[in-house]
């Protein structure tokens, strides 16, 4: 802490305050590095159609599924013959090509194509 403290007082980082007019408000809003306006529907967000294609390559490009079989509306376990790990491998891999974070009550509910491309596609930050 000592060591901390001595250093700190030796550098000089030169700061910038920035102000900003929000969206809503009529009056500035001062700039800290961390501001973030966020939207469940922007501009960038998916449409149903990039989720399906994206929902169904994620599927298809699994080592042990027929992509032949693959269609939206595909039941893991009961059309593919997949098992519950394989189910949640499945997830992991939608996680990771949508870029988001689904918790384990919600995605222990994700068995089918249909239901993976609903959650993806009502979620705010899937990109």
């Known amino acids: 802490m000592a060591l901390r403290a001595a250093i700190l007082r030796h550098v000089r980082v030169p ?4 102000t900003l007019i929000g ?3 009529k009056r500035p809003v001062p700039y800290g ?30 080592p042990k599924v027929d992509p032949s079989k693959v269609t939206p509306d595909v039941h ?5 013959g997949l098992d519950s790990l394989d189910n949640v491998e499945i997830v992991m891999a939608l996680e990771e090509e949508f870029k988001l974070e689904i918790p384990d009550k919600e995605a ?3 068995d089918s194509c249909d239901l993976a491309i609903e959650y993806i596609y009502n979620h705010p930050m899937a990109g």
Do not use: Y
């Open 33 to 62: 590095g961390s501001l973030r306006f966020l939207s469940s529907h922007g501009d960038d967000h998916l449409t149903k159609e990039e989720v399906i294609d994206r929902v169904l390559s994620v599927v298809k490009s699994f």
């Open 23 to 25: 969206p809503r408000l």
């Open 76 to 80: 893991f376990q009961n059309d593919l």
């Open 108 to 110: 222990d509910k994700i």
């Open 15 to 18: 700061v910038q305050t920035l």
